[in-house]
């Protein structure tokens, strides 16, 4: 017989809070006071310890816990939906209204403000997918007004590899690139800073079990080896890609640095926010067998509400708030994470626990919605109009850019995904 | 004062070797029945263990062998340059004639042919670079007869990410990859066994120091940062890869293997054999100030002849030959390993120690110098013929694919790389 899930914590601020309510639970990996990196659980506005409060779990969920040692959660993430569900069901447990564990709060619990965030696990593999049809759009129409999607669009999940060194968690700041661009109506490159720095809005997806080299993930195990996701921001130089993505990709215009938030929030969490897919309309083309799985594609892609924020060093000086640039959601995703997954690994390529995907850029097809500045100005040609009486094409040293992501849902506690952020320094 | 270098080994199989004379000492990681894999230099068709003759080092040389420990040599390349050829230096004293560590023959030398070979670091990321210009304008005129290389090309070392799981070495099977084609004059794609599969003969680069992001690596500080060089074969399905490749480059048509020779072949070795670039000629523009070094480039790029055979199970059933694919040279590289690594940072990306860098395809301009099928057959146009009657547009399942390597010069022993084999089986 299954317990009615509680919903309020003795943990007082995460009762009402915007991101980690009891319902929530996401995983991460902090230090306090220059200490060992380790691995705790959003609550409110407060971290658990797992290790200090390790003798509260046993079975499947001890086994969780003890994976996470070390300061990485590889091994947890590889051991597939079980153990983190056990794990997830003994937290709402110790973290609720009348839990005994309250008596060990000064031991277990560390203020959140006090601690550092490092990112979650060691990435192998980071592979950023294209899935944003929208996105895939609007950059399309700039370059192809009548025709913006390309054939494969709609049957072939477009992703390619990223740079796994240079990801970094929320905080970091984003050292303006150097490198070639080729100015407009010349015919050779200069050399210097980029001078067309964007984000891009991304959901970030943590994966789970990994598999053998030459085997393929079927889509009706892809949960199996989903671990959680975040939110990802593929900072990028639009003047460097322009020059050098031809033939084979974008290269140096993305692997300057990419910002993940710290948190990863679990599939159990964001089971209650999937919704049917409206990205796919009548008459598109079915998936392909192996992208077809009617479960998956019933309970749908998931709302996440998403949304971008910038912060200039004017706007900090005068105290204004910071100016919103984007609100999408993710439901602008073409393909599901479960068509990802089976898609990256059809071929035989073995993917790993704690490697991650980029979900591509989540903008909708309204202004407002857009998820990069080359969308929302245009490629530059519709400058943004600032409280600060500042205007922006692109992102000037000082910026900062706050992602952030909220599941809203009937019936349901509210949760976040915390935030990524990161300020724009000059370049060296 | 510097002493002649020796040039004879105690070894005698190494004396003439055609791989591993006592000028070579490449480094690799070898077990023997079933043990833990280890450090090794091969001399000869014999490996010498390191650590079974770690007493033998002292100073920084002591300091290399310690830092192979644990079956991966990342840290041994993070050392840099110094220690490297500390080793290097009392490797050719211990190994030479005369040396008295031929009483302990028994102790620390195993023969090759009861060894295996395993990936000689833990590879973090991968790239895989476009620098044979050849290759760029061989495959640039199936698409574009009247302009083959297009404006980046002789400005930009073009490269992009590549998958790192799925990186073996020689002698791994390779699994025929599946995945969506869109068949001739069709507009829907289909799912199988990819039917056009093809080999990439490659220059693989092993990178040594790392730098911290946010910095870049000046042309002129590169060779602190190349450990060594191996054999790379960039298996390709040329199917999957041109319905799958637009916008954002190759994906699964390049991510089921990537296999390399496992022997790091040191800059030391290679020295002697660098010359002064003929593939830039005369008119092409200067390389920009960060891709300008002038030592770098009077010493050229590498003078290696590269060979691909083709042995099919029908040729081996009938103990025919090999057949030769290709012969052809690294001094068809436009870019040299140098410029690779400069621009590779120039953004601030993060290089790390055991990061391995591709050449891309190295073709030269003739027949017979072509560096994958889909050069030699026009794209399936025109099929070679074998001496068992059998004829290939691409490769067949049995088909195996061996890269090999040599370097010569008058006054010089001439060493090579070792092979890299794989063999194609079929789909599961």
């Known amino acids: 017989m299954t317990q009615p899930m509680p919903t309020r914590s003795w943990v007082t601020s995460a009762n009402g809070h915007r991101d ?22 959003a609550i409110g506005d407060a971290i658990l310890d797992l290790h200090a409060a390790l003798d509260e779990f ?11 040692v070390g300061g990485q959660l590889n091994a947890f993430f590889e051991l597939g939906r079980g153990p983190r569900v056990a794990l997830r069901e003994r937290l709402l447990e110790l973290l609720a209204e009348g839990s005994k564990l309250q008596r060990r709060e000064a031991q277990v619990l560390h203020l959140a403000a006090d601690c550092q965030m490092h990112l979650p696990a060691k990435i192998s593999d980071y592979t950023d997918f294209y899935v944003g049809i929208e996105h895939a759009q609007n950059v399309g129409k700039l370059f192809r007004p009548d025709n913006p999607l390309l054939p494969n669009y709609k049957y072939v999940p477009i992703g390619y590899h990223g740079r796994a060194s240079t990801i970094r968690p929320s905080g970091t700041e984003v050292r303006r690139p150097k490198g070639q661009t080729l100015p407009a109506g010349q015919t050779e490159p200069t050399f210097g800073p980029c001078a067309r720095l964007d984000y891009e809005l991304e959901l970030g997806i943590w994966i789970g079990q990994g598999n053998a080299m030459g085997d393929s993930i079927a889509i009706g195990d892809a949960a199996e080896h989903i671990a959680g996701f975040c939110l990802l921001n593929d900072w990028s130089a639009r003047d460097i890609q322009a020059w050098e993505y031809q033939p084979l990709g974008p290269f140096l215009s993305k692997s300057f640095i990419t910002s993940v938030s710290p948190w990863v929030v679990t599939a159990e969490a964001l089971e209650p926010f999937r919704k049917a897919q409206p990205a796919r309309p009548q008459g598109d083309p079915q998936p392909l067998p192996y992208l077809l799985d009617t479960r998956d594609q019933a309970a749908g892609g998931f709302d996440i509400e998403l949304e971008v924020l910038l912060s200039t060093a004017a706007m900090r000086e005068q105290n204004l708030a910071e100016h919103r640039l984007t609100l999408s959601n993710t439901q602008h995703m073409y393909w599901t994470v479960a068509q990802m997954v089976a898609h990256h690994s059809v071929n035989g390529c073995q993917l790993q626990a704690g490697d991650l995907f980029g979900s591509g850029t989540l903008s909708g097809p309204q202004p407002g919605q857009f998820g990069s500045l080359l969308e929302i100005t245009e490629g530059g040609k519709k400058p943004i109009e600032l409280a600060s009486g500042e205007v922006r094409k692109f992102l000037e040293d000082g910026d900062e850019i706050i992602l952030r992501a909220r599941c809203s849902r009937e019936g349901f506690a509210s949760i976040g995904f915390g935030e990524c952020r990161g300020t724009v320094v000059a370049a060296r």
């Open 20 to 41: 980690f309510p009891l319902q929530n639970l996401p995983l991460g990996v902090f230090s306090i006071n220059g200490s060992a990196p380790r691995s705790g659980v």
């Open 58 to 68: 046993d079975g499947e969920a001890r086994r969780a816990v003890e994976a996470t």
